[in-house]
């Protein structure tokens, strides 16, 4: 799963073909066939990375500020860059292992089953 995430493999066959652009999915795999607009990731993948990089950002700005003290221009220039940067530049693995778990885990939207 991994690896799926990492260089953007089809989950069934292991073929570089899950994106069709940089955060885009593809439509389907074109070496197996596989549909994946039934997979729906949603914006899970960008809120856990704003929140996990968020709390680095805040703990490094922290840091920075009671060890040397900079202007406040100086956490402007730095800290939102990086956490733009982060989160975009993380975006595509985070939605490349979401999708793996969901086709490992054979997850599907909730449906209500109906008593008739």
């Not at 795999?29 to 990731?41: E, H, I, K, M, Y």
């Amino acid at each position: 799963m991994t690896q799926v995430a990492l260089r953007g493999l089809c989950p069934r066959c292991g073929k570089p073909t899950l994106f069709g652009s940089w955060i885009g999915f593809a439509d389907r795999c074109r070496a197996c066939g596989l549909d994946f607009t039934p997979f729906n990731v949603g914006d899970g993948p960008a809120a856990f990375l704003t929140l996990i990089l968020g709390a680095i950002v805040v703990g490094l700005a922290v840091w920075l500020e009671l060890a040397v003290g900079p202007p406040w221009w100086v956490h402007v220039l730095l800290w939102i860059p990086v956490t733009a940067g982060g989160v975009i530049g993380a975006l595509r693995i985070a939605k490349g292992a979401l999708m793996a778990a969901e086709y490992h885990n054979a997850a599907r939207e909730g449906r209500i089953a109906s008593d008739t």
